[in-house]
Every structure is written in structure tokens, then in C-alpha cells.
T-cell receptor, first 113, second 112 residues
């Protein structure tokens, strides 16, 4: 089945140790998003790719970076994780055009020790 | 800024009906979504409204009034598996190429 796949499901890292989360999709959608969701809070958009065009949200910390080497894959890099970065990270995709719903991956729960 | 409000928590009884409200103030409007999210899992799409009125899909219905900045999600014949968070999300022109702004979600507890 076409879907959005995130690996790993759970990730533990140490304070300050770089970590990369991955997302792949078989939907051939041209827009890919990364959301951060902390417990009992709304998902917060970090950035998105519209094809190869990277769009950073104004309040996304510089500590968060992203790469999209091709249509299918997108990575979230946290250069120096802090305790406050512990959260669920959700990858989502959509087709170009307004009104298209987002398809979410199962998320990566990040713990920072 | 953009603001989306929903009740934090609601409790309902198995077999009953529950209505979850959402109000929004955004800079423009391109549609409203409802997502269901079980604990520790990704949100899954439930419904989409862009015009005023009621959209029905099985046990779930969603209503929109753009003039009032108001939507609700109606769940009928509640089942225990409906215990989850329900997220209201608004798409608005500045929301980043089809990106959505989410509310904090309503945690729905279903009791036997």
C-alpha cells in the first residue's frame, strides 16, 4: 500500500548528540512536511518542502535542519538536541494544490537523555 | 496570530452521541480538517469542509460556518475505540504551501 514511512519509531539520543530522523513516501506527493508534537499539544509545523524548495517556519530553531535528496525521502536533522526537543516528530505529505489532505507517517518519538 | 480553540477534554458514553466544537480566527481560510489521533500514533484524516454546511461520513459528521468561524465534529453510536484526541486544523493562505495550523486537540474519553 502507498504510504508514509518513518524510521525509527522510537529514538533515544543524548543531550547535544546529533540525530537524524527519516521519512519516506510511496505516494509521489510533491509536498513533504515535518511537524513537532509535544505531549498534549498541537502539532507544530517546523518546515516543508514544495518539490525541492525548502520553506522554514519563522520560529523554527536553527538547531533543526532538513534535507530532501529526492521526491521520496526527507530527513530531519537535529544538530544539538536539548531536553526541550523531546517530542513526537511527524512527517506528512500532500499533493500540490489547496484542499488536499495531509497523509501522516506513524511518527518518531524522540527522547533526549 | 492564528488561533484555534477546542475543549481540552470531553467524556461520553458508549452508544451515545458527542459533539466536539472548534472555533478559529485565522488570516484567511482555505478549509478546515478534522483528524483523529490515538495516543502515540499519527493523526488520521476524518473530514474536510471548505463550504458552509454539514458533511456526513458514516458515524462521523462535520459542520462548518465560515461567517462564525465555527465547526463541529459529531460522532454517533460511540464505540470504545473512538477514545482518542480529535484535532481541528485550519488551512489558511499564510499557512505554508498547503500546511495546516492545528488546534491542541480534544481528548475524548468513552465510558462503558
Amino acid at each position: 500500500d502507498a504510504m508514509v514511512i518513518q524510521n525509527p519509531r522510537y529514538q533515544v539520543t543524548q543531550f547535544g548528540k546529533p540525530v537524524t530522523l527519516s521519512c519516506s513516501q510511496t505516494l509521489n506527493h510533491n509536498v513533504m512536511y515535518w511537524y513537532q508534537q509535544k505531549s498534549s499539544q498541537a502539532p507544530k509545523l517546523l518546515f516543508h518542502y514544495y518539490d525541492k524548495d525548502f520553506n522554514n517556519e519563522a520560529d523554527t530553531p536553527d538547531n533543526f535542519q532538513s534535507r530532501r535528496p529526492n521526491t521520496s525521502f526527507c530527513f530531519l536533522d537535529i544538530r544539538s538536541p536539548g531536553l526541550g526537543d523531546a517530542a513526537m516528530y511527524l512527517c506528512a505529505t500532500s499533493k500540490q494544490g489547496r484542499g488536499e489532505k495531509l497523509f501522516f507517517g506513524s511518527g518518531t518519538q524522540l527522547s533526549v537523555l | 496570530g492564528q488561533n484555534i480553540d477546542q475543549p481540552t477534554e470531553m467524556t461520553a458514553t458508549e452508544g451515545a452521541i458527542v459533539q466536539i466544537n472548534c472555533t478559529y480566527q485565522t488570516s484567511g481560510f482555505n478549509g478546515l480538517f478534522w483528524y483523529q489521533q490515538h495516543a502515540g500514533e499519527a493523526p488520521t484524516f476524518l473530514s474536510y469542509n471548505v463550504l458552509d454546511g454539514l458533511e456526513e461520513k458514516g458515524r462521523f459528521s462535520s459542520f462548518l460556518s465560515r461567517s462564525k468561524g465555527y465547526s463541529y465534529l459529531l460522532l454517533k453510536e460511540l464505540q470504545m475505540k473512538d477514545s482518542a484526541s480529535y484535532l481541528c486544523a485550519v488551512r489558511w493562505p499564510g499557512g505554508g504551501a498547503d500546511g495546516l495550523t492545528f488546534g491542541k486537540g480534544t481528548h475524548l474519553i468513552i465510558q462503558p
